[in-house]
């Protein structure tokens, strides 16, 4: 379920494996699961780490599309990892 997907995706967002948290997301979407705000956060704080900034900037867009509010401490990190 969304829940148990989510403690997957904090733990590779705490190892910054952005792909994986990639993976992940398509992997719950198979299952026709809908990612909520905490795993888009969880996954774009992932990609902005890892400075996988046109991922990161995507999954934002995925959110505005969904229409889930994107927090501003997630925007500032995806600024962040567009100009390192």
């Given at each position: 379920?969304v829940?148990?997907?989510g ?24 299952y026709?699961l809908?990612?909520?705000?905490i ?10 780490k ?11 867009a995925?959110?505005?599309q ?5 927090d ?13």
């Amino acid at each position: 379920d969304v829940v148990a997907f989510g403690a997957s995706l904090g733990a590779c967002e705490a190892g910054s494996r952005w792909l994986e948290v990639l993976d992940l997301l398509g992997e719950m979407r198979s299952y026709r699961l809908q990612p909520n705000v905490i795993a888009y956060n969880t996954s774009i704080s992932a990609c902005a780490k890892s400075r996988a900034w046109t991922q990161a900037l995507a999954l934002v867009a995925e959110m505005e599309q969904g229409q889930l509010p994107v927090d501003p401490g997630v925007r500032n990190l995806v600024v962040t990892a567009c100009v390192n």
